[in-house]
T-cell receptor, first 112, second 112 residues
Framework: DTGVSQNPRHKITKRGQNVTFRCDPI?????LYWYRQTLGQGPEFLTY????????KSRLLSDRFSAERPKGSFSTLEIQRTEQGDSAMYLC??????????FGPGTRLTVT | GNSVTQMEGPVTLSEEAFLTINCTYT??????LFWYVQYPGEGLQLLLK?????DKGSNKGFEATYRKETTSFHLEKGSVQVSDSAVYFC???????????FGSGTKLNVKP
């Protein structure tokens, strides 16, 4: 068990470009969560998958954000037409049927 | 709606001092409550949890009691160590762990 991994760890992009992040959860964890965290704030919930089904999506998430979890394994988070306000740390977490989330190291996005 | 409010930091204490970090919540239904900790350079990890009123969560000398009457889940430790220096996040989950809400975090600095 190597924990939750996220790639890339850092991403710098220009405003208007699309970016995609990947999360590999702990194997056999059927629950997967995406969060966004800005400096000095706690993680803000974005979306939740149970296996391959996306069961929750934050109302704060604009249409520019989309997430997938094909086959219930890894997940991707895509941001289209990035804006400077999207600059943040994007966190992924996974859990089994229990409540304990295991967090990945995050992907830091900087939009210039 | 659901939200978590925790005391602002930073909190600076001397080693062996008593620690309290306040956390209050607003929730629909009967949430589960959590404390997460983020050590410097590391990802968030679960510290303790309580899933129903009057439950006491405990781990590594830290304790928190789920108080429904005051909608609180304050974190306490009788004698802090330098190694406890970290950012602490209070969180709640409603909706069968499909969604989590985090507070803004409280940074703890413990001086030798």
């Amino acid at each position: 068990d190597t924990g939750v991994s996220q790639n890339p760890r850092h991403k710098i992009t220009k405003r208007g470009q699309n970016v995609t992040f990947r999360c590999d959860p702990i194997s056999e964890h059927n629950r997967l969560y995406w969060y966004r965290q800005t400096l000095g704030q706690g993680p803000e919930f974005l979306t939740y998958f149970q296996n391959e089904a996306q069961l929750e999506k934050s109302r704060l998430l604009s249409d520019r954000f989309s997430a997938e979890r094909p086959k219930g394994s890894f997940s991707t988070l895509e941001i289209q037409r990035t804006e400077q306000g999207d600059s943040a740390m994007y966190l992924c977490a996974s859990s089994s049927a229990e409540y304990e989330q295991y967090f990945g190291p995050g992907t830091r996005l900087t939009v210039t | 709606g659901n939200s978590v409010t925790q005391m602002e930091g930073p909190v600076t204490l001397s080693e062996e001092a008593f620690l309290t970090i306040n956390c209050t919540y607003t929730a629909t239904g009967y949430p589960s409550l959590f404390w997460y900790v983020q050590y410097p350079g590391e990802g968030l990890q679960l510290l303790l949890k309580a899933t129903k009123a009057d439950d006491k969560g405990s781990n590594k000398g830290f304790e928190a009691t789920y108080r429904k009457e005051t909608t609180s889940f304050h974190l306490e430790k009788g004698s802090v160590q330098v190694s406890d220096s970290a950012v602490y996040f209070c969180a709640l989950s409603a909706y069968n762990f499909n969604k989590f809400y985090f507070g803004s975090g409280t940074k703890l600095n413990v001086k030798p």
